[in-house]
């Protein structure tokens, strides 16, 4: 089963032969599969969150509503262009393409399937790739913040600017854990070319798993084996996406519409196009990087044909569809989270968690060729001293919060009165009056009484 597993596997010599006209169908391939996915993944996310209000979506144009996306995108293509008197009409004219073309040419380097006969020609069905592909991924996903910030700054309003400025936070601080989630993959693939990763997934990978001394024949993702990886980058691609519920750049309610407030007509849309072709990048690099890639999930590997052919096309574009769904899900279920809370999250929870996984990645990749009985030390000794200090460790107890009352008391003499950071409301003379009249006895007390 491995050697039909490698013999479809393309390696790096098998890309820069291929003719131009195959060339030329490839990059055209990869730009209708990003527009044709987003228009499908409005529609899709549409029928799925109607689905959970119990609604029935989009249902009147086309069969079941499968044109609604198009119509939408036609009608926004004729309302009025309207440029900013106090714009900068070269950047703001740009600034949205910057977004779009840096989501679209990351899936240059994501494989679609194995080695295929195309009229012919044996090729891979993959554009290109290079022996720093990831690199290449995450090139592309920060050169993609340029056209929020320059779109914010284009604009020369004030709550564009804002927007562009907190969004371009937002996904540097998020760019950092995923580019910790991809070093885990390439530290245990051995390589940061994306057929490379894809192919280190097939039939299990012995360099890493002889850690645990098991060498397994079927397909081991990297989401099982580096399962903490899996979940951070997943997190981080929801972030660097800005799909709910870390959409705060277009948080309506704080900023009116973020980056895109003074945008309208066809640079608004595709403003919106670059969100869901992200959405559906991001996906692509996700079943590429730690979910097998092209490769059919156990068990139809039992079935030798299931990795051959142009039937992993089939595997992988079902493992996208999962993905988006999930990110559908997310919106559907989960509320917007504060900005300070959103960047708490990516600064002191994923990025340390993230680098003490990789610190124990590292330890583990280094005893490899040690004894079963030292690896067994090295591992169990740590485990060991983890569980201790996590039972000795002292409690701290918190102190009880102070009531609105003490709040309002402690103030100095003569200071303006501040409502508190949770907003909650001191009660009014009227009602500190009445309480006074009920209960005299924590009036004469002073500031330590406390009233209900």
């Known amino acids: 089963m491995n050697a039909l597993y490698l013999a479809q596997d393309p390696t790096l010599a098998d890309f820069g032969r291929d003719p131009w006209w195959l060339v030329l169908g490839k990059i055209v391939f990869a730009f209708v599969f990003a527009l ?9 996310e549409r029928r799925v969150v109607g689905f959970m209000q119990v609604r029935p979506g989009p249902n009147q144009v086309g069969p079941f509503g499968l044109l609604q996306t198009l119509a939408d995108g036609l009608k926004m293509a004729f309302k009025e262009d309207i440029l900013p008197r106090t714009a900068d009409k070269v950047v703001f004219f740009f600034a949205p393409t910057i977004s779009v073309i840096c989501a679209v040419t990351a899936l240059s380097v994501v494989p679609f399937g194995p080695m295929v006969s195309i009229f012919g020609n044996h090729t891979p069905l993959q554009v290109t790739d290079v022996p720093v592909a990831v690199l290449v ?29 907190r969004s371009s936070a937002q996904m540097i601080s998020y760019e950092v854990a ?10 245990t693939a051995g390589t940061m070319s994306t057929s490379g990763i894809v192919a280190a997934q097939a039939g299990g990978n012995p360099v890493s798993w002889s850690i645990l001394g098991w060498h397994p024949t079927a397909p081991s993702w ?10 951070i980058f997943f997190i981080s ?5 800005n799909r709910a519920p870390f959409d705060l750049p277009e948080a309506e309610s704080e900023l009116v519409a973020g980056f895109m407030t003074e945008y309208s007509s066809l640079k608004f849309a595709l403003f919106m196009l670059s969100e869901y ?6 996906s692509a690099v996700t079943t590429t990087l730690f979910l097998g890639g092209w490769r059919a999930p156990w068990p139809i590997t039992l079935w030798d044909g299931a990795n051959s052919g142009w039937l992993p096309m089939l595997w992988f574009f079902g493992k996208v569809l999962i993905l988006v769904f999930v990110f559908v899900w997310l919106r559907g279920t989960l509320p917007r989270l ?4 959103f ?6 929870v994923l990025l340390p968690i993230n680098l003490v996984w990789i610190l124990v990645l590292s330890g583990l990749r280094s005893i490899e060729n040690w004894e079963s009985r030292d690896r067994a030390i090295a591992v169990a000794v740590p485990a060991a001293l983890l569980l201790i200090a996590t039972l000795l460790w002292p409690s701290r107890r918190r102190e009880p919060k102070p009531t609105v009352q003490e709040r309002v008391n402690s103030r100095p003499h003569g200071s303006f009165p501040l409502p508190p950071m949770d907003l909650q409301v001191p009660p009014s003379p009227r009602t500190r009056r009445v309480v006074a009249e009920r209960e005299p006895a924590n009036i004469a007390a002073g500031p330590d009484s406390r009233e209900v």
């Open 137 to 165: 991924l995450l090139a592309c996903s920060s050169m993609g913040i340029y056209g929020i910030v320059l779109g914010g700054w284009a604009s020369g309003s004030t709550y564009p600017l804002l927007g562009g400025l």
């Open 277 to 282: 072709v992200s959405m559906v990048t991001m």
């Open 338 to 341: 504060r900005y300070d809370q």
């Open 178 to 187: 995923m580019g910790l989630s991809i070093v885990a993959v390439f530290m």
């Open 36 to 44: 044709l996915a987003t228009l499908l993944g409005v529609w899709f």
């Open 222 to 231: 990297y989401a099982i084996l580096l399962l903490p990886s899996f979940i």
């Open 237 to 241: 691609t929801v972030g660097e996406t």
């Open 343 to 348: 960047m708490r999250f990516g600064w002191k």
